[in-house]
């Protein structure tokens, strides 16, 4: 039966790979690669880097495939990102039917770690459960976002004893949640943190992290607020994109 290889690659420095995740890598026969749509042509390239630096004299095979985007039009946002999984589910079905054969073994370089904020391991079970094409799946953990921001700030995520707080910019600005003294906030498309309004947080923001263009910065949320929305608009405006994440702790 096909097997499915779903390879945390860590969030941009290829050192920021497991050995289990590069001896995956040399056992795949075939690489899915995302190349457009949602996906930043960087990102394709971090991918392609990763190969050509782990599997050293055993060239890939790669197939590209083109990211469906999410429809806009459809208002409710439970709606809309599950017609979208529903949309790339297809897209894999193909995929595995003409690329892996019978026993063969497709993979996917998953950005960061497949369990944080990433749909690949729902869509593959809906695709299972779609019955068209059998397959088994392993999950390989990789190095996530957060952590590289912990690590390049040199920092602990959560003070002594207390819970820590994952969320999205999206659900920041909802509430702000009051059940842990540290908040991680991803997949920020503008600044979240800007309309907060609060003089008790620090924030220790990261982009890029773990690429050579990685940017820190941290200290009082009220004072360097707005060095972040400049530094992070002028970094948007240079590479096309924009890959944040950011601590905000209560002092
Ligand atoms: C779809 S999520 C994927 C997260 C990924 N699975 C992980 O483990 O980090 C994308 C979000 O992750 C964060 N992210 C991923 N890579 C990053 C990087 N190199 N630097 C800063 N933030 C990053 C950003 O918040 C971005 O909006």
Redesign the pocket.
């Known amino acids: 039966v096909r097997h499915i290889l779903l390879i945390g690659m860590g969030?941009?420095h290829p050192d920021q790979i497991t050995l289990q995740a590069i001896e995956a890598m040399r056992s795949a026969d075939v690489f899915f690669i995302p190349a457009k749509g949602e996906e930043k042509a960087e990102l394709a390239e971090a991918r392609l880097a990763m190969l050509e630096r782990h599997l050293r004299d055993r060239p890939a095979q790669t197939v590209g495939y083109a990211m469906p985007v999410r429809n806009q039009a459809t208002a409710d946002y439970g709606e809309r990102v599950r017609d979208w999984h529903d949309a790339i589910a297809d897209i894999f079905a193909d995929l595995f039917r003409e690329h892996i054969g019978d026993a063969g073994r497709g993979a996917f370089l998953?950005?960061?770690?497949?369990s944080?904020?990433?749909s690949t391991i729902r869509i593959l079970d809906a695709v299972r459960a779609g019955g068209e094409i059998a397959f088994t799946y392993e999950v390989i953990p990789?190095v996530?976002?957060?952590q590289?921001?912990a690590a390049a700030h040199g920092i602990a995520l959560n003070t002594v004893g207390n819970p820590v707080h994952v969320t999205t910019a999206r659900r920041l600005k909802e509430e702000f949640p009051d059940n842990a003294d540290s908040v991680v906030v991803?997949?920020?498309g503008g600044t979240a943190f800007a309309e907060l309004g609060r003089d008790d947080l620090d924030i220790f923001w990261?982009?890029?992290?773990?690429?050579k263009d990685e940017i820190l910065v941290a200290g009082r949320l009220a004072e360097v607020s707005a060095d972040i929305q400049r530094i992070r608009a002028e970094a948007r405006d240079r590479k096309g994109w924009m890959?944040?994440?950011y601590l905000l702790r209560k002092r």
């Open positions: 969030p941009g998953v950005w960061g770690d497949p944080l904020y990433d990789g996530t976002s957060v590289a921001l991803m997949l920020d990261g982009a890029y992290l773990g690429t890959f944040d994440t």
